[in-house]
């Protein structure tokens, strides 16, 4: 199956995973059961945005169990906390993506280095 990154899936996978974890806390979905705000989305699709986030050192104790019919994941890392920090406007996240695609990037380090340059921006412009 061939399945093509969708950064609007990777953001909300991130903040589902802020939403649910806490200190000590695992987080396991199953394909049964997943978080309702990625219901626009298919488990098969969730399972690898997940396996991206884990491979771009965005998620901690990352787990895929039974054939990934349930997968685990710890926390965010600090670099996925930053991430998602620079992403969670909408605001932001709409330049982002608008930049991203004007210069025809998509991958997740092109998205974070797009989002860092967004977010410096809007902070420059607060204090000028």
């Not at 998620?59 to 349930?70: A, H, I, P």
């Not at 969670?88 to 991203?100: I, L, M």
Request: proline share 2%.
């Amino acid at each position: 199956m061939y399945m093509q990154l969708n950064p609007d899936c990777v953001r909300d996978v991130l903040l589902s995973i802020e939403k649910q974890s806490g200190f000590n806390t695992v987080i396991c979905i199953t394909r049964q059961d997943f978080p309702k705000e990625l219901h626009k989305y298919s488990y098969d699709e969730i399972l690898y945005h997940f396996s991206q986030c884990a491979q771009s050192g965005f998620l901690t104790g990352f787990n895929s169990y039974d054939d990934g019919n349930m997968i685990c994941i710890s926390d965010l890392t600090p670099k996925g906390h930053e991430f998602l920090a620079n992403i969670r406007s909408a605001d932001v996240w709409s330049k982002v993506k608008e930049a991203a695609k004007q210069v025809g990037v998509s991958s997740l380090k092109s998205l974070m280095s797009i989002a860092s340059q967004v977010v410096s921006q809007v902070i420059s412009q607060h204090f000028d």
